[in-house]
């Protein structure tokens, strides 16, 4: 079998933890040689990574990142569209490596899973994968581990079931010290286990005002950690 790219990963059963690129895509690519940039300049004692909802700080979470992070300071790594998979190529090729941050916060999996290429066993196996290379890549920083975000308006949606699964087996999983699981679910869930349009419009990204709830809930943590 040839060597995956994101229109086979789906065929490969252990998809989430295979690094594969998005260098056709130049925006992606153009975000990617910025990341390499930004690591090599360093700088920050925080590092975000992950997907879009990461990349979101830099936009309709702006407020939020100015007011609470911006000054510790920290720096963004998020790429929309990304999984796991992505990640552990990006870390490959020259992002968060050879600068050592005092704390990684991670979000990402839930484009394995909205992109049909895994399920939530899979998801997970990628996660503990792209923990497991930062650990690599600074020993002795802290990773503030996000459980993925609800997704999917109704809790008996097949996706958010998924979600829920790879979630559970991350926190299952054992991790060493300097890992610590978040689980942010109860900002954006209601009682019902809906998700209000208020601060998911369409049910996966985030609105200035839940960006600033997690802000809010995340940065005593990240204080913490430091």
Same mark, same amino acid.
């Given at each position: ?146 459980? +993925? ?50 601060? /998911? ?11 600033? /709830? ?7 943590? +990240?204080?913490?950690?430091?």
């Amino acid at each position: 079998m040839s060597l995956p790219t994101m229109e086979t990963l789906h065929q490969f059963p252990d998809a989430a933890t295979i690094p594969v690129h998005r260098l056709a895509d130049l925006g992606w690519r153009e975000r990617h040689e910025a990341y390499v940039g930004q690591t090599i300049r360093g700088g920050y004692r925080v590092a975000f990574i992950g997907d879009s909802i990461t990349e979101g700080w830099e936009s309709t979470g702006r407020q939020a990142w100015d007011a609470h992070f911006a000054p510790i300071p920290s720096a963004n790594f998020g790429i929309g569209g990304d999984g796991t998979y992505n990640l552990l190529w990006r870390f490959a090729n020259g992002e968060v490596r050879g600068y050592q941050p005092d704390v990684f916060v991670l979000l990402i999996g839930t484009n394995n899973i909205g992109w049909g290429i895994c399920d939530g066993q899979q998801t997970a196996a990628g996660i503990v994968a792209v923990v497991q290379a930062l650990s690599d890549i600074a020993p002795v920083a802290r990773v503030l581990l996000h459980e +993925i975000l609800p997704r999917a308006e109704h809790p008996d949606d097949p996706m958010r079931t998924e979600v829920e699964l790879a979630n559970r087996l991350v926190r299952e999983y054992g991790f060493g010290p300097n890992v610590s699981l978040m689980d942010n679910s109860h900002l954006f869930l209601r009682p019902d286990g809906t998700i209000p349009v208020e601060l /998911m419009p369409d049910f996966l990204h985030l609105t200035p005002e839940a960006y600033d /709830m997690w802000a809010e809930s995340l940065r005593p943590h +990240i204080l913490g950690a430091l």
